[in-house]
Nanobody, 121 residues
Framework: QVQLVESGGGLVQAGGSLRLSCAAS????????MGWFRQAPGKEREFVAVISWSSLYADAVKGRFAISIDHAKNTVSLQMNSLKPEDTAVYYC?????????????????WGQGTQVTVSS
């Protein structure tokens, strides 16, 4: 059974930083894709960043967030800097055994339970 477990969310002031991590178990995604989506209250789940052999970012986070992957640990991380109140959301880890560069949440087979990120102004 595949499990994705996120950690690292919390409350931070605007301009601060947080680092999210997602550990996968049950299968390896070394040849596939791992990444992050987020969902704010009353809004649809939106793309943040994904990584396979290269990375892809949403325009809203480009230059502030950095995604990285540790294939040996089957873990993906998201370093979030210069956080803004509009970054407040539940952040979800996503994974797929295929090499995808899709911004659509429907494309990904596996999901974590989510971790709350709250940025105060």
């Amino acid at each position: 059974q595949v499990q994705l477990v996120e950690s690292g969310g919390g409350l931070v002031q605007a301009g601060g930083s947080l680092r999210l991590s997602c550990a996968a178990s049950g299968r390896t995604f070394s040849s596939g894709t791992m990444g992050w989506f987020r969902q704010a209250p009353g809004k649809e789940r939106e793309f943040v960043a994904v990584i396979s052999w290269s990375s892809l970012y949403a325009d809203a986070v480009k230059g502030r967030f950095a995604i990285s992957i540790d294939h040996a640990k089957n873990t993906v991380s998201l370093q979030m800097n210069s956080l803004k109140p509009e970054d407040t959301a539940v952040y979800y880890c996503a994974a797929d055994p295929r090499r995808l560069y899709s911004r659509s949440y429907a494309a990904y087979d596996y999901w974590g339970q989510g971790t709350q990120v709250t940025v105060s102004s």
